[in-house]
Protein backbone atom coordinates (compact mmCIF):
# COMPACT_ATOMS: atom_id res chain seq x y z
CA UNK A 1 0.00 0.00 0.00
CA UNK A 2 1.46 3.55 -1.14
CA UNK A 3 1.70 6.40 1.01
CA UNK A 4 -1.21 7.89 -0.23
CA UNK A 5 -3.14 5.12 0.32
CA UNK A 6 -2.04 4.67 4.22
CA UNK A 7 -3.05 8.45 4.48
CA UNK A 8 -6.33 8.01 2.95
CA UNK A 9 -7.09 4.99 5.26
CA UNK A 10 -5.88 6.96 8.55
CA UNK A 11 -8.00 9.96 7.60
CA UNK A 12 -11.15 7.62 6.96
CA UNK A 13 -10.24 5.94 10.32
CA UNK A 14 -10.07 9.33 12.58
CA UNK A 15 -13.42 10.28 10.65
CA UNK A 16 -15.03 6.81 11.59
CA UNK A 17 -13.79 5.77 14.50
CA UNK A 18 -15.81 7.83 17.14
CA UNK A 19 -19.38 6.26 15.35
CA UNK A 20 -18.20 2.76 15.05
CA UNK A 21 -16.94 2.87 19.02
CA UNK A 22 -20.89 4.17 19.56
CA UNK A 23 -22.75 1.44 17.57
CA UNK A 24 -20.39 -1.19 19.03
CA UNK A 25 -21.23 0.08 22.19
CA UNK A 26 -24.61 -0.72 21.71
CA UNK A 27 -23.82 -3.89 20.38
CA UNK A 28 -21.64 -4.95 23.12
CA UNK A 29 -24.68 -3.71 25.43
CA UNK A 30 -22.31 -1.35 27.05
CA UNK A 31 -18.74 -3.23 27.49
CA UNK A 32 -16.51 -0.59 26.38
CA UNK A 33 -13.74 -2.85 26.74
CA UNK A 34 -14.83 -5.30 24.04
CA UNK A 35 -16.18 -2.75 21.75
CA UNK A 36 -13.12 -0.92 21.69
CA UNK A 37 -11.60 -4.65 20.65
CA UNK A 38 -14.38 -4.86 17.88
CA UNK A 39 -13.60 -1.34 16.52
CA UNK A 40 -10.06 -2.21 16.49
CA UNK A 41 -10.44 -5.75 14.91
CA UNK A 42 -12.99 -3.64 12.12
CA UNK A 43 -10.80 -0.88 11.16
CA UNK A 44 -7.56 -3.65 11.01
CA UNK A 45 -9.90 -5.72 8.51
CA UNK A 46 -10.53 -2.67 6.46
CA UNK A 47 -6.90 -1.59 6.06
CA UNK A 48 -6.27 -4.85 4.85
CA UNK A 49 -8.39 -4.25 1.63
CA UNK A 50 -8.47 -0.74 1.93
CA UNK A 51 -7.46 -0.68 -1.84
CA UNK A 52 -11.29 -2.16 -2.55
CA UNK A 53 -12.60 -1.08 0.14
CA UNK A 54 -11.47 2.82 -0.89
CA UNK A 55 -13.47 2.05 -4.15
CA UNK A 56 -17.43 1.16 -2.96
CA UNK A 57 -19.79 3.29 -2.80
CA UNK A 58 -20.49 3.58 0.97
CA UNK A 59 -17.47 2.61 2.68
CA UNK A 60 -18.69 3.84 5.70
CA UNK A 61 -21.64 1.41 5.13
CA UNK A 62 -19.05 -1.26 4.74
CA UNK A 63 -17.04 -0.63 7.70
CA UNK A 64 -20.32 -0.87 10.28
CA UNK A 65 -21.28 -4.51 8.27
CA UNK A 66 -18.05 -5.25 9.22
CA UNK A 67 -18.37 -4.27 12.77
CA UNK A 68 -21.60 -6.42 12.80
CA UNK A 69 -20.39 -9.50 11.23
CA UNK A 70 -17.09 -9.20 13.75
CA UNK A 71 -19.89 -8.41 16.79
CA UNK A 72 -21.51 -11.63 15.37
CA UNK A 73 -18.38 -13.67 14.69
CA UNK A 74 -17.19 -12.86 18.64
CA UNK A 75 -20.61 -13.78 19.85
CA UNK A 76 -20.19 -17.08 18.20
CA UNK A 77 -16.51 -18.11 19.20
CA UNK A 78 -17.31 -16.86 22.81
CA UNK A 79 -20.60 -17.76 23.52
CA UNK A 80 -20.70 -18.39 27.23
CA UNK A 81 -22.68 -16.30 29.56
CA UNK A 82 -19.24 -15.14 31.28
CA UNK A 83 -19.19 -11.72 31.45
CA UNK A 84 -16.27 -9.59 32.99
CA UNK A 85 -16.83 -7.76 36.20
CA UNK A 86 -15.83 -4.24 35.39
CA UNK A 87 -15.13 -2.52 38.98
CA UNK A 88 -14.24 0.50 37.65
CA UNK A 89 -16.85 1.87 35.95
CA UNK A 90 -16.53 4.38 33.06
CA UNK A 91 -17.68 8.23 33.93
CA UNK A 92 -20.71 9.05 32.92
CA UNK A 93 -20.83 12.29 29.69
CA UNK A 94 -21.76 15.57 31.22
CA UNK A 95 -25.56 15.99 31.13
CA UNK A 96 -26.58 12.70 30.55
CA UNK A 97 -29.23 10.56 32.54
CA UNK A 98 -27.14 7.74 34.06
CA UNK A 99 -29.96 5.65 35.43
CA UNK A 100 -31.54 5.83 32.16
CA UNK A 101 -28.55 4.50 30.12
CA UNK A 102 -27.46 1.82 32.35
CA UNK A 103 -31.95 1.03 32.15
CA UNK A 104 -31.60 1.05 28.02
CA UNK A 105 -27.73 -1.09 28.19
CA UNK A 106 -29.20 -3.60 30.57
CA UNK A 107 -32.52 -4.45 28.11
CA UNK A 108 -30.13 -4.06 25.27
CA UNK A 109 -28.19 -6.88 27.19
CA UNK A 110 -31.52 -9.15 27.57
CA UNK A 111 -31.37 -9.61 23.81
CA UNK A 112 -29.86 -12.51 21.72
CA UNK A 113 -27.07 -10.90 20.19
CA UNK A 114 -28.57 -11.09 16.24
CA UNK A 115 -32.05 -9.29 17.75
CA UNK A 116 -29.47 -6.80 19.24
CA UNK A 117 -27.69 -6.68 16.02
CA UNK A 118 -31.00 -5.53 14.30
CA UNK A 119 -32.32 -3.09 16.72
CA UNK A 120 -28.78 -1.29 16.60
CA UNK A 121 -28.68 -1.20 12.83
CA UNK A 122 -32.15 -0.67 12.21
CA UNK A 123 -32.66 1.85 15.03
CA UNK A 124 -29.29 3.33 15.95
CA UNK A 125 -27.74 3.34 12.26
CA UNK A 126 -31.14 4.07 10.38
CA UNK A 127 -30.96 1.29 8.35
CA UNK A 128 -33.56 0.17 5.85
CA UNK A 129 -34.76 -3.48 6.46
CA UNK A 130 -32.87 -4.55 2.69
CA UNK A 131 -29.61 -2.98 4.14
CA UNK A 132 -29.77 -4.86 7.61
CA UNK A 133 -30.53 -8.00 5.63
CA UNK A 134 -27.57 -7.40 3.58
CA UNK A 135 -25.57 -6.94 6.60
CA UNK A 136 -26.70 -9.75 8.40
CA UNK A 137 -26.71 -12.68 5.77
CA UNK A 138 -30.16 -12.91 6.57
CA UNK A 139 -33.76 -12.37 4.83
CA UNK A 140 -35.76 -9.47 4.73
CA UNK A 141 -38.11 -11.67 6.48
CA UNK A 142 -35.63 -12.82 8.88
CA UNK A 143 -35.01 -8.65 9.90
CA UNK A 144 -38.70 -7.76 10.08
CA UNK A 145 -39.59 -11.08 12.61
CA UNK A 146 -36.10 -10.03 14.62
CA UNK A 147 -36.97 -6.75 14.71
CA UNK A 148 -40.87 -7.98 16.23
CA UNK A 149 -39.45 -10.00 18.68
CA UNK A 150 -36.82 -7.14 19.72
CA UNK A 151 -39.05 -4.49 20.13
CA UNK A 152 -41.32 -6.80 22.44
CA UNK A 153 -38.89 -8.17 24.34
CA UNK A 154 -37.60 -4.70 25.11
CA UNK A 155 -41.02 -3.72 25.48
CA UNK A 156 -41.52 -6.36 28.30
CA UNK A 157 -38.24 -5.27 29.60
CA UNK A 158 -38.53 -1.80 30.04
CA UNK A 159 -42.82 -1.50 30.44
CA UNK A 160 -45.49 -0.68 28.09
CA UNK A 161 -45.19 3.44 28.70
CA UNK A 162 -41.79 4.05 26.39
CA UNK A 163 -42.66 7.59 26.69
CA UNK A 164 -40.96 8.41 30.41
CA UNK A 165 -37.82 6.98 28.53
CA UNK A 166 -37.78 9.21 25.71
CA UNK A 167 -36.66 12.90 25.67
CA UNK A 168 -38.57 16.36 25.47
Known amino acids: MGQAAREDF ?18 TAGDTHLAEDLVQETLGRIYLRWSRVSRVENPAGYAQTVLTRTFLAHRRRFSSSERASDSFPDLAAAGSDPSLRLTLL ?8 KDRAVVVLRYWEDRSIHETADALHVSSAAVRTRCVRALARLRDLLGEDLAEYARP
Do not use: E, I, Q
Request: some cysteine.
Open 10 to 27: AAFAVARTGHLYRSACLL
Open 106 to 113: DALARLPA
